[in-house]
DNA sequence: TTTCAATATTGAATCGATTCAATATTGGTG
DNA sequence: CACCAATATTGAATCGATTCAATATTGAAA
């Protein structure tokens, strides 16, 4: 079409000032009704699509958006149980304040880059699954208020929320300890890049990820209460996907003594694995327990529903969204509680 | 922090004209290789986030994001296996071309009014399973190029992409009578609002939402070429979700002559079917075949795969993509074709 | 009729960059 | 040394709204 209409235009064509026209918009009450009617009239017949964003946004400075990044292909929000999860307290928190939600991911680091500099958002929540350190970087450059989630960096200058992960891992195999259970096998996220299958105690203690490592932890220093030492307890590092939980379930099932009970550190691989399990004709819970970790929708929704240590979504989007728009970052580290859900996927051993 | 450093902070600073520190910034060849790094210099140690976007657009005129917009609560996106699928694609083509994602939604008319009002984009993909009219309304009044998915609504004059609902509903249907299935029962998606159950072929025909008309007219046809009739075919509509799919699938396993064969209207329908069907002890394939409708990831990670017509979501994000970033919004409605899927839950019936 | 307060409207300045015609600089030739 | 073309730099205009101090209008009370 032509030259698109402007406040301007539409003032002008109903005769009054610039302000009065800007005001019938951004602020109805202060105009007096006949006038307003009028330049709404008006703006009607030359078909003015009602005040540019851009404009507005110009004197206003707030965009009233937040971004979500994360070192991933974008899919990766529709994809990973955990980031949806998330996503969807995030939205929910964001439709309840009127704010806009925008995705802003790569892979590559060049585009993340120009990414993150050209998002139009107040601000961002980061989901520091992986490179988490490149990404924070990267944001600290556009100064403008984040929070990182799911951080794996202890650096307390970084403005983060994160999970009490030793606690709710302590809890989970305490769980199955109490159940009876003593042959146990951890299913666990990465502690290092580029590795997959067996992992031992001291590559854990000095691994970079430390969710991972806090989980770990968490599960020894439980099962040490009941007389179950960190060395019989194996640790399989898998990439949180079907392949690598597989390879690393068939090496586990296959030794003389398989494990009663799986810890996994998230439920994706719990659930990844339940499917595996049920294949393979290994019930659940009857012949094997599983405790995951995240407390995904999904994990109520399998047969058996599956027990875990669930963090609060609604409370860390809640907290998030509201420390990037106030820009009130949290001075340290914050550390939210999980609880443990005890659904059918853990009960007594079998004998 | 203070007023913040604008550009004329750092040409001024560095003693150059505005006009030169912005070359640096946006057409950095331009400019003389030691102006440049004495700019550049100087901006640094005054703390200049970069141009900024909102300046930088005023003059542009374009965000380079696209919005995806639905009448739903934000969170569907994440939740729900069909958006999902579509959304994944979507962000894929986005990533791939440099655009920004922005999640626009809301269950409430004015919000979403609002919403659609002040989102930052250069136009919309419309996820128009449910209000279509009221979504494509609003964002006509936005004055964007926009396109329509899954429109319930054949007025040409919106620019939408659809798929061949008839023809893949037929091929569907084909399939299970050419396996010899000739007791067939249909889980549908919504014909008309607030209505949950058995439904007549009456009402279906004069359905206001022809996506559900058009898949439930495939099957007609494709079962009167086995000399299968519409009326012994019983449609059952469902609300896509497991309350509703389980109410019905009880009326329809309480009956004297249960189906050998199920229609879903959607791998959602299709995959709750199957959990229910698994806690009541009934077998896929051997008990009962169903077929989907979509081809959702989900589709091939259910144990068995599930049978299923398969939208082309790369394909459609590509053209929608394409379609509203160029403002080329097709003349008339396009029309996808779709292809039958065939996994592990359809087989011969038993006997 | 005058005065005053309350309410409406105006218009110029502003937000922070980009753009482009005009001007300045540079280096190479005759 | 003068001249020209090529290249760099300048500075004012521009994008489209909002804001707010100043001014105009209205209505009621004295």
């Known amino acids: 079409m032509k030259g698109t209409i402007k406040l301007a235009d539409v003032a002008k064509a109903a005769g009054v000032s610039q302000?009065?026209?800007?005001?019938?918009?951004?602020?109805?009450?202060?105009?007096?009704?006949?006038?307003?009617?009028?330049?709404?009239?008006?703006?009607?017949?030359?078909?003015?699509?009602?005040?540019?964003?851009?404009?507005?946004?110009l004197r206003a400075g707030k965009v009233n958006a937040i971004g979500v990044a994360a070192v991933e292909p974008l899919a990766y929000f529709f994809d990973d149980p955990w980031a949806r999860a998330l996503l969807a307290a995030v939205a929910q928190v964001c439709d309840a304040s009127g704010t806009g939600l925008?995705?802003?991911?790569?892979?590559?680091?060049?585009?993340?880059?120009?990414?993150?500099?050209s998002a139009l958002v107040d601000g961002f929540i980061l989901l520091c699954v992986e490179a988490g350190e490149k990404l924070v970087q990267l944001t600290r450059e556009r100064q403008l208020p984040f929070i990182a989630l799911a951080l794996n960096d202890d650096d307390p200058s970084i403005p983060s929320i994160g999970v009490n992960n030793v606690g709710g891992a302590a809890a989970a195999a305490t769980h199955l300890a109490e159940l009876g259970h003593?042959?146990?096998?951890?299913?666990a996220t990465k502690f290092v890049n580029d590795h997959v299958g067996?992992?031992?105690?001291?590559?854990?203690?000095?691994?970079?990820?430390?969710?991972s490592r806090h989980r770990a932890i968490g599960y020894w220093q439980a099962l040490e209460e009941f007389g179950i030492q960190?060395?019989?307890?194996?640790?399989?590092?898998?990439?949180?996907?079907?392949?690598?939980?597989?390879?690393?379930?068939?090496?586990?099932?296959?030794?003389?003594k398989p494990p009663t009970a799986i810890l996994a550190m998230s439920d994706n691989i719990a659930i990844l694995a339940m499917s595996w399990l049920a294949t393979r004709g290994l019930a659940v819970p009857e012949d094997v327990s599983i405790v995951g970790f995240d407390g995904v929708p999904e994990g109520s929704m399998v047969e058996p529903g599956l027990t875990t240590v669930a963090q609060p979504f609604a409370e860390i989007?809640?907290?998030?969204?509201?420390?990037?728009?106030?820009?009130?970052?949290?001075t340290k580290r914050e550390m939210i509680d999980v609880t443990l859900v005890v659904r059918g996927s853990t009960a007594v051993p079998k004998t």
Chains 1, 2 share one sequence.
């Open 198 to 211: 067996l992992v031992g105690t001291g590559e854990i203690e000095r691994a970079i990820y430390s969710t």
């Open 102 to 117: 925008a995705l802003v991911s790569a892979k590559d680091r060049q585009k993340l880059d120009w990414n993150i500099k």
């Open 182 to 187: 003593r042959r146990l096998a951890v299913l």
């Open 317 to 330: 989007a809640q907290r998030a969204v509201q420390a990037v728009l106030e820009d009130a970052m949290p």
């Open 19 to 57: 302000g009065t026209a800007s005001n019938v918009f951004s602020r109805p009450d202060v105009v007096r009704e006949e006038v307003r009617e009028h330049v709404l009239e008006t703006a009607r017949q030359l078909g003015y699509p009602g005040p540019s964003l851009t404009g507005r946004l």
């Open 230 to 256: 960190r060395h019989d307890v194996p640790i399989y590092e898998t990439n949180n996907d079907k392949t690598s939980v597989e390879t690393c379930l068939e090496h586990l099932f296959s030794a003389p």
